[in-house]
């Protein structure tokens, strides 16, 4: 048997195999990761009156997320303002979009205390969903989307941060504090 | 910049081994595009060449068959796989419904995407992996220069402030744990350490927990509200009489003991309430210590904070009263004991605009050794600060003790001098972790060494 003979069948025992597990290691990915969407969200959630909602329910429209607590004067009414432009902006777009607000504390941030804050600062519009949770789904939440936070007592030590979501309920984009302008982004 | 994450598996790409693979994966495809199924083609190509040279082996026919069924398994595979990359191609053009319309970009725009898409998960993906594989480390530090120290009217000049370590591990449903280290320079210029708090909980609900450690004292607002980082803060130093101990402040700022604290919500508002006990504290070196290590002399501390947050009406405002006793010991030849009664009323009135805050103590001590007449004495602050633009916050502050001296409790400590402070400043956000402050005041002791200064002092506060 020559050389070159020999060596196809030495390395066919192993190459197909290796060849179809580089292919297969290649799509595992794809195949194991499904993209974060909002129906892979935690869905028990209450409004500020009281409703429960389903995150999965907004697919059908842009939807802006971000997390908050209503205690908070510093970094949260800079991520609402930022909200608020986006909102600006699309309106002259004549888009809808769905914004999300979840609560980062659930001890404190009760539909009742958000109720009071969107009261105080005037963001009425039935678009704008200020969310309450367990403490488990909001962890678990912050951790799927990227909100880091930590407690140092009362206070929550987090970022402002948004993610945007499709009409198709998938993510579409991550917005910080490295954003000088999120509606710009958008 | 906003980054592009629509299709990116940010969920389960926390890994950077993912997010190689995820990337490499996307390169090969792009690079390869509709030649995927020529390369398919040659590997299968392959595959039928080499059963054809090993025919003429008849010692080998055995291996042959084994071969020949290998590769039929590899060719169904291979099959399989070509329809597998025919069906990611599809989802990929479908995806992207948007690009179909606009000029195709180039082969080194999409790998920049990609690249970007990746570096996103990953940086997303490093700030958050503490909180499934361990304790995140967070904390707080900050730098001063000034012509005297914060806390210290004898130094100028730069000087370190603390280091300040926070460990909040997450120990199931209802245990909690809080874990305070700080470390500081002292008056020698050398490194000390102090676990501040050190406290383990268990929380009944969401409106009780019960806490036994080493916890700041709920008296008033302030000392449970800001704690040992001073970035939260938004002055540069905390209230002179409410300084830590080794700081010089005149107050039990720790306790070692139990604490059960909570909150209940009524149809507007909360209620907020306090209880504790531990052990007495003692003044040693003209400082008080906490006694993290136990009494010696059965002297113990106990009280109560009952507080009221206010809803809908004058939302941000909270008011509360504060009570405890302590029995204190010193650290003289024949110890004294000396009962502290303290009571205090407070507010603290917050706002996206403005923070105002309040806190009056009223001190009646009694001397134990032997016992003597009550002591009376009072202190307390005021501090008004406004959120304006730019992420300025100026700030005033007026402190004013009145402190009996022949009140072993004052007496005995170094800072235990009545004075006032007024106090002028301006924090500046550099960013959401970072704080530059600036502060000019003026302080004078009333009585034991009567003496006056300025300070002018700036302070750079970070968290992480």
Excluded at chain 2, 324 to 339: A, E, G, W
């Amino acid at each position: 048997m020559s050389a070159h003979s020999t060596i196809p069948l030495c390395c066919l025992r192993w190459l197909a195999p290796m060849l179809a597990g580089l292919f297969l290691t290649v799509a595992a990915p794809a195949v194991t990761a499904a993209a974060v969407g909002l129906a892979q969200l935690p869905q028990r959630w209450l409004e500020d009156d009281g409703r429960t909602l389903a995150i999965d329910s907004l697919a059908g429209r842009r939807v802006v997320l971000t997390m908050a607590y209503a205690r908070c004067h510093v970094v949260c009414p800079q991520a609402v303002r930022q909200l608020q432009q986006i909102q600006s902006l699309l309106d002259s777009r004549g888009e809808r979009v769905d914004f999300v607000i979840i609560g980062y504390d659930p001890d404190n941030d009760r539909p009742s205390d958000w109720r009071v804050y969107r009261a105080d600062r005037h963001l009425n519009r039935s678009n704008w969903h200020f969310l309450s949770g367990s403490r488990t789904d909001t962890e678990r939440l912050a951790r799927q989307l990227g909100f880091d936070f930590w407690r140092y007592d009362e206070h929550v030590m987090h970022d402002a941060r948004a993610v945007v979501f499709d009409v198709r309920g998938e993510l579409q984009l991550a917005l910080g504090p490295e954003t000088k302008s999120w509606a710009s982004a958008l | 910049m906003a980054t592009v994450v629509s299709d990116a598996p940010l969920a389960h790409a926390r890994d950077g081994r993912f997010g190689v693979a995820w990337l490499w994966r996307g390169r090969v495809i792009k690079r390869l595009g509709g030649g995927m199924f020529g390369l398919v083609l040659a590997v299968a190509g392959c595959g039928a060449i080499a059963p054809l040279t090993a025919r003429g082996e008849s010692s080998e026919s055995k291996q042959l068959t084994e071969l020949q069924q290998k590769l039929d398994q590899s060719l169904k595979l291979i099959e399989a796989l070509t329809q597998r990359v025919k069906q990611l191609e599809a989802a990929q053009s479908a995806s992207a419904p948007a690009a179909a319309g606009a000029a195709a970009p180039t082969d080194a725009q999409r790998i920049e995407t990609v690249e970007n898409r990746v570096m996103q998960i990953e940086a997303t993906n490093a700030g958050r992996s503490g909180d499934t594989t361990g304790v995140p480390l967070h904390g707080f530090a900050d730098i001063g220069i000034g012509n005297h120290t914060a806390n210290e009217q004898q130094f100028q000049g730069a000087n370190v402030g603390a280091l300040d370590i926070f460990l909040n591990p997450q120990l199931g449903q209802h245990t909690r744990s809080l874990f305070e280290l700080t470390f500081e320079v002292n008056e020698q210029g050398q490194v000390q350490s102090d676990l501040e708090r050190a406290q383990i909980g268990y929380q009944f609900n969401d409106q009780a927990t019960l806490w036994v450690g080493r916890f700041h004292t709920p008296f008033g607002y302030y000392n449970t509200a800001y704690h040992h980082g001073q970035q939260i803060a938004i002055s540069l130093r905390r209230p002179r009489l409410i300084l830590f101990e080794d700081q010089g402040g005149v107050m039990p700022s720790h306790t070692v003991g139990a604490w059960f604290t909570g909150s209940e919500h009524l149809t507007d508002g909360k209620v907020t309430y306090d209880l504790f006990a531990g052990n007495g504290q003692s003044i040693s070196g003209g400082e008080i210590d906490p006694r993290s290590g136990g009494v010696d002399h059965g002297g113990a501390i106990y009280g109560g904070n009952l507080g009221y947050v206010f809803g809908e009406t004058l939302n941000g405002l909270k008011i509360g009263v504060s009570a405890f006793r302590s029995k204190i010991t010193d650290d003289q030849q024949f110890v004294n004991f000396i009962r502290v009664d303290n009571v205090a009323v407070y507010f603290n009135y917050d706002t996206d605009r403005f923070e105002y805050v309040g806190e009056y103590y009223r001190f009646s001590d009694t001397d134990l050794t032997p016992v003597g007449p009550l002591h009376r004495s009072s202190a307390g602050f005021l501090q008004l600060a406004w959120r304006l633009p730019f992420a300025t916050t100026p700030y005033a502050r007026y402190e004013r003790a009145v402190l009996d001296q022949s009140d072993e409790y004052f007496a005995l400590q170094n800072n235990g001098m009545s004075y006032y402070r007024a106090a002028l400043g301006l924090r500046f956000d550099l960013d959401l972790k970072s704080a530059l402050k600036f502060e000019v005041a003026r302080t004078k002791n009333t009585d034991r060494n009567i003496q006056e200064w300025n300070d002018v002092l700036l302070n750079y506060a970070i968290r992480f």
